[in-house]
């Protein structure tokens, strides 16, 4: 029978879907420097304001892969923008989509939110699906695993899943 | 009565409220080219990465028009950012609010999500809304309708609502 | 007992949370003019088109306060990015995360939508929320309480939860 109710509260610890994969970003570094293997760029350089990078902001289509290792399998995409966004110490803002498309999943996975760099984890905003993903909402944890020089670093991405449909 | 329940779960094909509208994107292309009827422009240059525009960031305040033709009813305008993001392929990302003033309705409805731009039809997700769209979320579909040169082309949007208050 | 049931709607005018306070924006304005107490920075400028800096995009970590001066308490911080996005007026486009790290609160809320800056009030989607905001959703309303010049200007942001777990 149906009742007009009050939402059922959503379990932080208990996601109706969870994946935990590995997000590499490799920059362009400028003047054909890495142009076969970089997969992001920056589209505004950073500015004077302060000492942290802020104001670059860099349009990337990411691999996305099982393992830490670049090489492990890819399962996922990711496309979108990040920026740098304080003065004196390094922070992040992402607005980005998971593109899956392998035999076991199909869809997308909207994300954005504050990525707070010094921070061991912080949390951003699962907003929207779709596909195999339909409707979807949750929290994507960000963790750094790892930074290279200027023009890599890897975040491990912990993906709850709190609407399934 | 009320009873803590699990949520109605959505029907894909049974969205609460549907509009199929049309989006024009008009890009200007500078030396005062286009001024007078651009609606577009890029924030953002394509870089030296690939050879797809990537790194191209596109500001727009575009008219939602009824039927393809840009000279039909303007039923809302389109307003916020694309950008083309991979290298070797054109992908957009698009993050954008529609706005309604007109007789027949009054307020936002706020997309995002990436844009396959090779595949027919490719969904981003309606993640909020405001005024007559209090707090909708649901899924757009986006088509390519027409590519004219570098600087028109027009979308077919069919924006399924699933929560309508 | 639990069913599968309907939505309760929400209630406009009563939010389960709610909070107002004030936004500042302080625009760096180049050549070491306000490099101590900018906040804010340019990281595209304004283009040709039209004559309302469309194309101008902001990235900023500026604080938020419970009163109107700058002086009081910092209750939050908000990070991300504005541009304008009209010819020939002022409009602007938002995305950020406000994020709370007080004795009070811990977590961010995530906003987005247009800021259609010549009405009194206007409504943004609240997309999601982490910490203390788990999964939140709702409506952000801002108002323009003053602009001083180029480089500072303040809004009243009115923040209506509708989901609070």
Same mark, same amino acid.
């Given at each position: 029978?149906?009742?007009?109710?009050? /939402?059922?509260?959503?379990? *932080? #610890?208990?996601?109706?879907?969870?994946?935990?994969? &590995? @997000?590499?970003? +490799?920059?362009?570094?400028?003047?054909?420097?890495?142009?076969?293997?970089?997969?992001?760029?920056?589209?505004?350089?950073?500015?004077?304001?302060?000492?942290?990078?802020?104001?670059?902001?860099?349009?990337?289509?990411?691999?996305?892969?099982?393992? /830490?290792?670049?090489?492990? *399998? #890819?399962?996922?995409?990711?496309?979108?923008?990040? &920026? @740098?966004?304080? +003065?004196?110490?390094?922070?992040?803002?992402?607005?980005?989509?998971?593109?899956?498309?392998?035999?076991?999943?199909?869809?997308?996975?909207?994300?954005?939110?504050?990525?707070?760099?010094?921070?061991?984890?912080?949390?951003?905003?699962?907003?929207?699906?779709?596909?195999?993903?339909?409707?979807?909402?949750?929290?994507?944890?960000?963790?750094?695993?790892?930074?290279?020089?200027?023009?890599?670093?890897?975040?491990?991405?912990?993906?709850?899943?709190?609407?399934?449909?």
């Amino acid at each position: 029978h149906s009742a007009s109710c009050y /939402r059922k509260p959503y379990t *932080p #610890h208990k996601p109706c879907k969870r994946f935990v994969f &590995f @997000y590499h970003d +490799k920059l362009y570094m400028g003047k054909n420097s890495n142009l076969s293997n970089a997969t992001s760029v920056a589209a505004a350089n950073q500015t004077l304001l302060g000492n942290s990078q802020m104001g670059m902001l860099v349009i990337f289509s990411d691999p996305i892969t099982s393992d /830490r290792s670049l090489d492990s *399998p #890819h399962v996922a995409k990711a496309t979108g923008f990040y &920026f @740098y966004d304080t +003065k004196d110490t390094y922070n992040a803002w992402f607005a980005y989509t998971i593109i899956f498309n392998s035999s076991e999943y199909k869809g997308t996975i909207n994300i954005m939110g504050a990525d707070l760099m010094g921070v061991k984890t912080r949390d951003l905003s699962v907003v929207g699906g779709t596909g195999d993903f339909f409707m979807t909402r949750g929290i994507a944890t960000f963790e750094t695993d790892a930074t290279e020089g200027f023009d890599y670093f890897r975040l491990k991405m912990d993906i709850k899943l709190y609407e399934c449909y």
